[in-house]
């Protein structure tokens, strides 16, 4: 069993940053991808980012290429995620996810742990 646990969620305004943080326990993560999705009030939890188990390869939804970045650290067994140049539409509860292979995807099936999600707020 894998516990996921993100901290670094809050209220910005627009245009700001905020780097959020994903814990891992139960297990070594360090051979698996692992990901970031949100959920905004009203909508389905939809792909932010993800990246391999090395960390050399990552991925991100269009909505926020250019502006989030993934960065992982294998012996601390952690993941985070940077958001810059934060928009409203950003707004969500914000999830941590490992998938059951190494690489990579922007889909859902591959993850099989979830954390209990961070919420991020971007004012205009």
């Known amino acids: 069993q894998v516990q996921l646990v993100e901290s670094g969620g809050g209220l910005v305004q627009a245009g700001g940053s905020l780097r959020l943080s994903c814990a891992a326990s139960?297990?070594?993560?360090?051979?698996?991808?692992m990901g970031w999705f949100r959920q905004a009030p009203g909508k389905e939890r939809e792909f932010v980012g993800s990246?391999?188990?090395?960390?050399?390869?990552?991925n991100f939804a269009d909505s926020v290429k250019g502006r989030f970045t993934i960065s992982r650290d294998n012996t601390r067994n952690t993941v985070s995620l940077q958001m810059n140049s934060l928009r409203p539409e950003d707004t969500a509860v914000y999830y941590c996810?490992?998938?059951?292979?190494?690489?990579?995807?922007?889909?859902?099936?591959?993850?099989?742990?979830w954390g209990q999600g961070t919420q991020v707020t971007v004012s205009s």
């Open positions: 990246i391999s188990w090395t960390g050399t390869i990552t």
């Open positions: 996810t490992i998938s059951r292979v190494p690489y990579t995807s922007h889909l859902r099936g591959p993850y099989d742990y």
């Open positions: 139960g297990r070594s993560v360090s051979t698996y991808a």
